[in-house]
């Protein structure tokens, strides 16, 4: 263990230089969804490249259709486990923009009055502060030993937050580069902050735009009020018909194939102590609005849905028009749970849509994504390892948890690659990914490399 | 006759400037309910009052709280009527922009196939063409005849397509300034491009922005969706209830003190000849949406409605994210009928929201707008005159007609100033008022210059 504790004491005092590193990276506006900023992706990806080619990983930007991929490769000793490391570059978009209390690309340190820090970005926990953990963890060992205690190759996407188009063909047409003994995948939160937790179940994602159309123009509301077919109307009434009074999805199907947790899981998760008044009282919510009767671990760790994420028609101006709009659009997805097929899913929301739309409608689709849910194998050896090791580095020991956010690389890696994957990370549930004020807490920077440094030491102990 | 006739010579002779004028009042993007463009609704009124001022009126712009009125005054012969002429010179918003041909500030003259022409800008018919109409009647009778054969008020607004907030006390305040026989109010259609039309009935407007709140912001729908309240489904599922399954709206109390028109009324508009589909097909509908079993003009001109007029929540960017909002946005307007209280209205829908809000959900409301719906006496003999000087002038007789649309002002004309009105106008169905690539046709803006010539004539005729 001496390796070990020279690579964490250089963890330890290269803290404020891995900081500057990971700023560097957030100051790049990788927006992935948006075209706009399709060469700002390619800007992280180049950084990133740069980095662990310094470092001494051969590393390159790989083009695909998309934003491109970094791929990067070290060797390790003989016999040791070969690991492949993911985590994404890119970033959510930043609307609302005027509730960011500095600016989204330009990241700053808080303190809190209670002492801690605090990094403020978008991406800061989602995810280039997660996959800078695990980076500067290689950096310490191999600045500490001349090598690294396993074979890494480190695999960095630009897609993850706008579908992933194209990770499916580029799995395929790298399976061999890309096969490793186990992927290690860190885009996940703590359980709390003393809590470290690897997640064993994972929701699966379906993403659909839907476009209602009526009439050949916009119309004006007092000529035709009454007589023309309204498309908002149209919209939500199929999709307020999409759910039924108990917080159910209505879509024929949906649940086919859906199964309920073990009762030793349940009990597993009613032993973690969240009560559903926390969970939602920290975002300013106390009642469990999904299926009636149960906890909201149980509706968002094991239970499928159907969301509307964003809905658009007519005049959302300032002020007021007496407009009946030609189109209005819903971006819907349904997370899914272990037995349902995204394909099927899709199929049936599509049909139970199209059986809705009233004469003169017609409506149009665009995928955004999907992947199945998956549920990892309880009894692996390497996860006894890292839950060990994690447990090792953080006040209390770790836990094993479920996850109702969507990593649908995951899913991909088994099914394409055949690889399990451990899924640990470092992030809070309120470090507002997705939000406006994203943060990414010190501590999970600091003892995120840490645990990486631990966790590949144990997978290469032999 | 003899006036008359040289008026309108006058008339066709200045065509082509009087185009000119128009242009130039098209130039200047006089979007009322958009606070950006507050300088340029004031830039219309005083290019407006300026012109009335060359004609010989004693013209100004008169402030308010919002955008400033135009009034302007000329005197008759002795025991002429006095007409007061009300149009509004400000737009709609152009949005969608990237749906017009031609830029909506940029008036332009197309001829289409069969040759007649069309002036293209925001505007044009609505109201800014239709104004003009009258003022260069007016003008043209100066030049001939060196005055005007009735006591004229020009009274200009600049807030009709934003609820008309300041129009109540400025007619309160001027309430002797502003009272005449009669008012001639241009801001309507004809029944076809052969038929003038003269509207005897016109819907009321209640105009109502709600938004809809959850959790304290936006979240990430793999980790809450299934426990947190959506904004986006409650509005949708509160939309979805306000109508029943024949198109009817269930408000309680939404139809108190609506009646059914005459037997004999419907009669007469039965004999227009309009089919359903001629009149939804224009703009590429078929089948009436509204309540069962009754015709379009039955569903617009006698009946009261429910239209959502925009609705916006979460992402509606490019691309997708899986975010849960913190809230949802809705503008709904209701067009009133005779017996309908716009206070109450307004009232029942806020009841019928606030009873459907889940927990944890809040609403806001805002107001935009609300007038009672009016019926004009059908035995009135400047109706009557009104009416043929309209026959005079084009190929087919002059119809009394219902409108679903509202004009606020006539009702308080009426209930403020004790003062009825005559609604004329030279719009037609598909000018696309509210909408992308609005436009006039010519012909209405010169047969329309031409028919309020022979009104005046008529109504001053002893």
Chains 1, 2 share one sequence.
């Not at 690294?148 to 061999?176: H, M, Q, W, Y």
């Not at 559903?276 to 920290?282: C, H, K, P």
């Not at 390892?385 to 953080?394: F, G, T, V």
């Amino acid at each position: 263990m001496a390796n070990l504790d020279s690579v964490l004491a250089c963890l330890d005092l290269n803290l404020d230089r891995s900081l500057e590193r990971l700023s560097a990276l957030l100051r790049i506006p990788s927006i992935s969804t948006d075209p706009d900023y399709a060469e700002q992706c390619r800007l992280a990806a180049e950084f990133l490249a740069g980095d662990l080619g310094a470092i001494g990983f051969e590393a390159a930007v790989r083009e695909t259709p998309g934003h491109p991929m970094v791929v990067a490769h070290h060797d390790g000793p003989e016999g040791a486990p070969h690991v492949l490391f993911y985590g994404h570059y890119d970033v959510q978009p930043v609307d609302p923009l005027d509730e960011w209390k500095t600016g989204p690309f330009e990241p700053v340190v808080s303190q809190m009055p209670d002492g801690t820090k605090r990094i403020v970005a978008r991406g800061s926990a989602d995810d280039k502060g997660q996959l800078m953990t695990f980076i500067e963890a290689c950096r310490a060992f191999k600045a500490e030993t001349g090598g690294l205690p396993c074979k890494v190759t480190i695999f960095l996407e630009g897609e993850e937050e706008s579908g992933s188009p194209s990770l499916n063909p580029f799995l395929d047409a790298n399976r061999d580069e890309l096969s490793a003994d186990v992927a290690l995948v860190c885009d996940t939160n703590m359980w709390d902050r003393e809590t470290p937790a690897i997640s064993t179940g994972l929701r699966g994602l379906v993403g659909e735009e839907m476009v209602v159309r009526a009439a050949s123009r916009d119309l004006h509301s007092g000529y035709y009020g009454g007589a023309a077919q309204n498309p908002i109307h149209v919209l939500a009434k199929i999709l307020a018909e999409m759910r039924d009074a108990d917080g159910g999805v209505t879509i024929p199907g949906f649940y086919d194939g859906v199964e309920e947790p073990p009762e030793s899981v349940k009990a597993s998760w009613r032993a973690l102590g969240m009560s559903d008044a926390a969970f939602l009282g920290e975002v300013g919510l106390s009642v469990p609005a999904g299926e009636k009767g149960r906890s909201v671990l149980e509706q968002t760790w094991s239970r499928p849905t159907a969301e509307v994420n964003g809905i658009s028609g007519g005049y959302t101006g300032k002020g007021f028009k007496t407009v009946i709009a030609a189109e209005a659009t819903a971006k819907v997805s349904f997370r899914l749970v272990a037995g349902q097929d995204p394909a099927k899913i899709r199929a049936a929301f599509r049909s139970f849509v199209e059986e809705r739309l009233p004469e003169d409608c017609s409506v149009e689709f665009h995928p955004h994504g999907g992947s199945p849910a998956i549920q990892l194998p309880f009894d692996s050896p390497l996860l006894d390892k890292a839950r060990q090791a994690l447990s090792d580095e953080w006040p209390k020991p770790a836990v094993m948890i479920g996850m109702g956010g969507s990593i649908p690389v995951v899913g991909e890696f088994k099914s394409r690659l055949g690889m399990e994957s451990l899924l640990i990370g470092f992030g809070l549930g309120d470090d507002a990914i997705h939000s406006p004020n994203e943060k990414y807490e010190m501590t999970s920077f600091h003892k995120g490399q840490r645990s990486w440094a631990r966790i590949l030491a144990a997978l290469g102990a032999r």
